[in-house]
């Protein structure tokens, strides 16, 4: 995914074959991103989701969108997502909601060598595809943002909280506290909540 910010009318532009959910994105990002306490600069967006001559449907691009505009405008590290497929569909409160596929993605995502980046709820389910992958499941814009400000002022550093085996952290909070460990055990691999 690609995005452009440049100087012309305001405009929010997606393109790449994209169906109404991917076009409606646009409005649940600016949404999110406001509600998140970011603003969208007053130039024009455009952001492409290539292969241009694949269909592109759903509204799992939303998280996709928020996070590639939040590197175009400097809220986020751009280099930090590189190693990450990220899904999730986005409530205007900034909230990730839960999206179908996650398992797939996940399997997808581990067979390149990459991490995952997911909505909270569906975490536990995407953590199925390995035991060692770096699956992020953030209930926020403002808690995944928190843990990549955190990873940056931390280098070499991993900001993540031991994980032991059959265990579940959870953060508490965007300020990074993190609640007790789940109380119940599981033999599924651990996954980082944030």
């Not at 109404?20 to 007053?42: D, M, Q, W």
């Not at 596929?101 to 995952?116: E, H, R, S, T, W």
Request: hydrophobic content about 45%.
């Amino acid at each position: 995914m690609q995005v452009q910010i440049a100087p012309g009318a305001v405009a929010f532009t997606i393109v790449g074959l994209p169906d109404k959910a991917v076009a409606e994105s646009r409005e649940r990002v600016r949404s999110a991103l406001i509600a998140s306490g970011l603003a969208l600069p007053a130039k024009r967006i455009t952001c492409n989701l290539a292969p241009a001559d694949l269909p592109k449907e759903g509204s799992h691009y939303d998280l996709p969108i928020a996070l590639a505009v939040m590197g175009a405008i400097g809220a986020l590290p751009a280099d930090a997502l590189g190693g990450y497929c990220v899904l999730g569909e986005l409530a205007l409160d900034g909230s990730i909601t839960a999206v179908a596929g996650v398992l797939p993605a996940a399997m997808a995502a581990n067979g390149q060598g990459l991490g995952l980046i997911c909505p909270a709820a569906t975490g536990p389910e995407a953590a199925w595809a390995a035991g060692d992958m770096d699956v992020l499941a953030p209930r926020s814009l403002i808690q995944l943002a928190n843990h990549f400000r955190v990873a940056r002022s931390w280098p070499g550093r991993s900001p993540r909280w031991p994980r032991p085996p059959g265990r579940c952290r959870i953060c508490a909070t965007s300020k990074g506290r993190r609640a007790p460990s789940a109380p119940w055990r599981s033999p599924r691999p651990a996954v980082t909540i944030c």
